[in-house]
């Protein structure tokens, strides 16, 4: 079965602490992107990749990293360093020659 | 950058009477507009998409215009349906070494009321 994966479904980030959101796809894309949706807003792009070890800063990157060793795999991490992690965030991927960007089904983190 | 509009922001319809999104794009440059379906809790699904070499794009009950000169396109629902009720966000992009960003409209609450 194909497809993008994100895990967990919830998460719970307490002051202070970071945390890691896991993408995963088995399509064989060369593109992976993370993006960030608040209530009553458009996906803002946090990171994105074209290749593997290699990543950009989207337009809201700060308090966020991310790393690219596998193809199949883009964890983005939730700093300390991002005052208000409260969102849905969105994984996303494409092929090389591929226009379209496919999304998963999107981990919602809440802080404690 | 690119900047998207998108109207209205809700959307209520009868069952059976069409739909009609619009979005604006700032930049000239920008030759790929996706559109995309959310359901409440899940990640968006793409539901049709058009390339700025083409006016208008249809697939069954859905069809896509493109207006370059005064870089608007819309998304029109014809017949709608209960299950039509979604989120749906426009989206532009250059299709170039740039790495297919996206940038999003703030997304249409549409609610096809029986």
């Known amino acids: 079965d194909g497809g993008i994966t994100q895990s967990p479904k919830y998460l719970f980030r307490k002051e202070g602490q970071n945390v890691t959101l896991s993408c995963e796809q088995n399509?064989?894309?060369?593109?992976m992107y993370w993006y960030r949706q608040d209530p009553g807003q458009g996906l803002r792009l946090i990171y994105y990749?074209?290749?593997?070890?290699?990543?950009q800063k989207g337009d809201i990157a700060e308090g966020y990293s991310v790393s690219r060793e596998k193809k199949e795999s883009f964890p983005l991490t939730v700093t300390s360093a991002q005052k208000n992690p409260t969102a849905f965030y969105l994984c996303a991927s494409r092929g090389e020659i591929q226009e379209t960007q496919y999304f998963g089904p999107g981990t919602r983190l809440l802080v404690l | 950058g690119e900047n998207v509009e998108q109207h209205p922001s809700t959307l209520s319809v009868q069952e059976g009477d069409s739909a009609v999104i619009k979005c604006t794009y700032s930049?000239?440059?920008?030759?790929?507009f996706p559109w995309y379906k959310q359901e409440l809790g899940k990640g968006p699904q793409l539901i049709i998409d058009i390339r700025s070499n083409v006016g208008e794009k249809k697939d069954q009950r859905i069809a896509v215009t493109l207006n370059k000169t005064a870089k608007h396109f819309s998304l029109h629902i014809t017949e709608t349906q209960p299950e039509d009720s979604a989120v749906y966000f426009c989206?532009?992009?250059?299709?170039?070494?740039?790495?297919?960003?996206?940038?999003f409209g703030t997304g249409t609450q549409l609610k096809v009321e029986l």
């Open positions: 930049d000239s440059a920008s030759n790929y």
């Open positions: 990749s074209q290749i593997v070890n290699d990543f």
């Open positions: 989206a532009a992009s250059i299709l170039t070494g740039g790495g297919n960003k996206l940038t």
């Open positions: 399509l064989n894309h060369d593109a």
